[in-house]
């Protein structure tokens, strides 16, 4: 159990699915705000189709971590609409400014927000410069890759790759920094929606 960050598939719209609602009534706010596709609706939800572990066509981590420190990294960091780029509990491929907010039920609230991946990557990126994020950072996320990669971590001895760099100071910090930026990579790559589950 817990809270997980995932890719979006058909996987999550079952009769119980709160997505299939939140999802017609972006269609909607889309087509209002003059931003189509040109498809029936202007958002994408893959097909769910079962991969070997790093694949790269999914995404999946866990929340683990108390998210304290990464708030007070944004509010230290972040200035105008970058410090608003990760309040959102719904994430799409569509480059737009601010948020969308939606009147319908998403998994951990009664209304939808919704926010541009295109919008959050660069503020993903520069908290991620800031920490000094190592080069083997995960890329494929489909399996919790981060959360095994920050939480499980020795913390015995610093490696030379790792001496000094400001992300060691605070692992569950850096986990939710390359969470983010790595959910913004996936969900423009695949053009694929992000949410909470």
């Not at 509010?75 to 970058?82: N, T």
């Not at 480059?95 to 969308?100: K, L, Q, R």
Request: net charge negative.
């Amino acid at each position: 159990m817990g809270v997980y960050l995932v890719s979006a598939s058909t996987y999550y719209f079952d009769d119980d699915s709160c997505w299939p609602a939140v999802f017609t009534e972006l269609s909607a706010a889309l087509r209002h705000r003059g931003i189509h596709r040109g498809m029936q609706s202007p958002v994408h939800i893959p097909d769910y189709v079962r991969l070997p572990r790093g694949s790269g066509h999914e995404f999946e981590e866990k929340l683990i971590p108390p998210m304290t420190g990464f708030s007070a990294l944004c509010s230290a960091e972040l200035v105008g609409d970058d410090a608003d780029a990760f309040d959102w509990s719904l994430l799409i491929p569509i480059d737009f400014e601010g948020a969308i907010e939606l009147p319908v039920r998403s998994s951990y609230s009664n209304t939808t927000t919704v926010r541009s991946a295109q919008r959050m990557l660069p503020a993903a990126q520069r908290l991620a410069s800031l920490l000094e994020m190592p080069a083997n950072l995960p890329e494929q996320c489909d399996n919790l890759q981060l959360t095994e990669f920050f939480m499980d971590r020795d913390e015995t001895e610093p490696t030379e790759a790792t001496q000094g760099a400001r992300w060691c100071d605070d692992p569950g910090t850096a986990f939710y920094v390359a969470m983010y930026l790595r959910a913004a990579e996936h969900s423009i790559h695949l053009n694929c929606p992000m949410f909470y589950t």
